[in-house]
């Protein structure tokens, strides 16, 4: 009776997106001291929870072929006793981060002798939808919680049972140090319907998180009733400007593209000025083919790299992911922002010039998270940034942009004190 | 034939939308002094076009019987002496506030040397639709622009020829100083479904902003695909606390409810602590009737008030915009945080108390964009707040909350300096 079914799910999304509301309710001043010492005793639970998470994990290896996954997908799924000990250090760093909850951001005395006081305090209820890896349902727990929000938790069936063991850890150690136990919930039905429940509850949900690949972001985008942090992709350049060291530009574009190619902040890009084609380009061709990556270039590029393939439009806009580069040469500054502006997704754009002038005119008109000053795409990053823990990145503009730490996960009051203040 | 026409709006939306992201790229590294010397240029503009603006006004005025406007509405419409001075000294004012652009929010040094900057940037395009009013075409314009961001300005058709001719001054003095001609632009047509077409282009536009009545913000919340600021109402609350001062009690929640009854900040809804309901309630109903005010009660109210309905829960849950205010008697501030959390809006909530600790339970409870300790809800307001200038009030908690002023029309880009460093 698939229509009892559908009722079914929607009134289980509804019951654990309204646990997870009051929940958030008892968050929003909950001190700091008490969500650390919840974190702490979550590490300690899980460092001596060896059986529980290895026969858990096992019956997610076992399923794993039935999945599809490949041999990779699979390791990546793996608790390996180093994997089990840093997801719970994780959980110790993020307890030993300032609580930000109540902090002022700023005040202000009003003539009228009322302080108007801006307080930060936690956005609510946090949707957040990933795909396998057990670390990230520690992870994600730790920071949505810290950031005092209640977090409604969608993993992937690949790693159901581990994340499954992980949660339960987390509501026994809420339990034993007085943290609301549906601070962290799980959801329980893998049934893809479910995440579209809750997509639609903005009355209920403060903010969807989607984490993996870039079908699944595009799904959340598009059905999200409430406002989602998010990156699709990660077409990120490198500019070598006419004034660049070029053994430095040849150094950071071998880092942006090769240090590890399949992830958002590599370089997938690189323009280079025409002042500097002629030396440059034969140079980074050969440093990039000696890490067997493929170069798509522009007329030019192809006149000095005879190797180079010619590339097309959709080239200039691909996030490869992979050993492949797009190569152009421009004839300005303002012809490589044009271009990155056109073509990036606003992620993470880099330039390596000697010129003051070039480069502030560069960081002032990339629209991008993130823009790089002779230093390589991917420090993009929350741990490279210094924030301390990381739930994603964003490329939008509103609310959070670039490395998504605890503080992009609060919002703010404002708290007003008077003494019988009335408007006249 | 009606098909070509939808693709000519569709066209020309797209062209308006395409025009503004190009004056958005100009506008993001236009100096400050620029941008203040064009809102100057206008305000005298403005003073020496009274010819104009009276003929364009008065077209407005005519027209205005066969749009079914109210009196009351055709009075907001006029531009009189008076009014078209408080516009010019209104651009006048946000030309002196300090440019955000550019600004520093924040600067890390990391251990391998890497200086990470949080830099204050445009959003990029803003979409902004209202109703009548022409007042606030040139307020709005002006607070985007300030903000470094390119404006589209969707006026109620009621208001057509005054706000034309604004736009056009404003033009013309953009011309004048250097600013990009089309950083504000006036949607023309007057098609509904110009505004459809707008939302749906999320590449090119940042942020909607939708002001005028709640099905106007609910259309627009509804078919947004970029994100919106908005409040929908406001259910705004005083709670008079057992450890109130009742004199103070008393001005507050008249000054709340009275001073202008048809905004968002007045207050719809009146809690009192079961301690003091004996004495302040008859108090409060006294002094509210007399003020035409009627009150709709809890049972225990009624008993001290015979005069007053009983409440229904769709009382508590209204915003009347009038003389009417509900009122109920809570045990406890417990209770009063638990019914301004099920029936508020999120808006504006006020308690009189002399409890430090209640007051704080309060603030931190109360899931509100202002909370007021011993002050009039009225106070919720931008300039009030001393943002100098404000384009809305948003009950949203993503991004901006509360009085949005030219800050919240901004958000922030990294940017990373190095010397060469690349990831190991």
Redesign the interface.
Known sequence: MPTTEKIDLQAYTLEVAERAKRAS?AM??LPGSVKAAWLRRAAEALRSSKGALDEANAADIAAAPDFGLTDAQIDRLRLTPDRIEGIATGLENVAALPDPI?SLIGS?M?PNG?R?DK?RCP??VVFFIYESRPNVTADAAAICAKAGNAVILRGGKEAQHSSRTIVDILARAAKETGVPENAVQLVTTTDREAVGHFLRMNDLI??AIPRGGEGLIRRVAAEATM?VIKHFDGNCHVYVDADA?LA?AE??V??SKC?RMGVCNAAESLLVHANVAEKFVPRIGAALAAEGVELRGCPKTCQWLPNAVSATDADYAAEFLGPVISVRIVSSVDEAIDHI?QYGSGHTDAIVTGSLAV?R?F???V??????????T???DGA???LGAEIGIST????A???CGIEELT??????????????
């Open positions: 309710r929003a001043s109540g202000t009003r009322l108007i307080v956005l609510g403060d903010v406002p060291d430095m150094a950071i071998v880092n240090q502006n480069a005119q960081s002032d008109q629209d991008s998270a993130a823009v790089m000053i002779n230093a390589s991917r420090f993009n490279e940034f210094g939008d503009k509103f609310h942009r670039g490395p919002c703010y009051k404002y708290v007003v004190q008077g003494e019988g203040q009335i408007r006249s």
